[in-house]
């Protein structure tokens, strides 16, 4: 990797260089070895700053670092310069793994499901495949549910009629007769004492009496 050095009322020492060289081959063997750095000294008061500048093929990282001593300033824009470059080499790999994974990992779509040939018996002398026989579809078949979005209301039918009401006063035995004449499951009818009945019949085809109090 190529280093640009530059110092602003500093001198930079050759154990200064050995070590900002030893630092950006580390990140040569990261980003490659095309990439190009810059790298700046400066002293602010009693504070001194080294700014650090990789341009990689299609990355450019900047770091800058401050401490007491320019040792420190260099060690710490070294370090922040290879995180930037080890965050960038990760992203790159997991953009080219990305659709690999996406052909291994990925399901078979289930709205389009191919429904595999059925395979053909073995004879008796171990074939797999018989000559002249011809291969099926299998086809599976799946129940779909629905549900209704509110639940169904059934409203009872009401129908008014007069017919099962009896006009006259008649005993239960008259009653039982008229209710036979007019194939009627009902009747509502009075005694000649006048007291009120309700004549009906039951499903399993018997009559029943109830008495109005």
């Given at each position: 990797m190529e280093v640009e050095f530059t110092a602003r009322h500093v001198r930079i020492s050759k154990a200064l260089r050995t070590q900002a060289e030893e630092g950006l081959d580390r990140m040569a063997?990261?980003?490659?070895?095309?990439?190009?750095?810059?790298?700046?000294?400066g002293a602010q008061r009693h504070l001194q700053t080294a700014e650090l500048t990789v341009k990689a093929r299609l990355h450019t990282i900047a770091a800058t670092g401050r401490g007491t001593t320019m040792d420190a300033a260099l060690r710490q824009a070294l370090e922040h310069a290879e995180q930037q470059a080890l965050r960038y080499r990760d992203r790159q790999?997991?953009?080219?793994?990305l659709p690999k994974e996406e052909k291994v990992l990925a399901a078979p779509p289930v709205a389009r499901p191919k429904a595999r040939a059925a395979q053909p018996e073995p004879d008796a002398a171990g074939n797999g495949h018989q000559p002249g026989s011809t291969r099926k579809?299998?086809?599976a078949s799946i129940a779909v549910h629905s549900f209704p979005a509110r639940a169904a209301v059934v409203e009872s039918h009401i129908v008014r009629t007069g017919d099962a009401v009896a006009m006259k006063p008649m005993t239960?035995?008259?009653?039982?007769?008229?209710?036979?004449?007019?194939?009627?499951?009902?009747?509502?009818?009075?005694?000649?004492?006048?007291?009120?009945?309700v004549l009906h019949r039951r499903r399993d085809g018997q009559m029943e009496l109830v008495e109005i109090p």
């Open positions: 063997r990261i980003l490659g070895k095309t990439a190009h750095a810059s790298l700046t000294f790999r997991a953009t080219k793994r579809k299998a086809r239960i035995e008259e009653a039982v007769k008229d209710t036979e004449f007019r194939d009627r499951d009902l009747l509502v009818f009075r005694n000649p004492a006048g007291d009120m009945y």
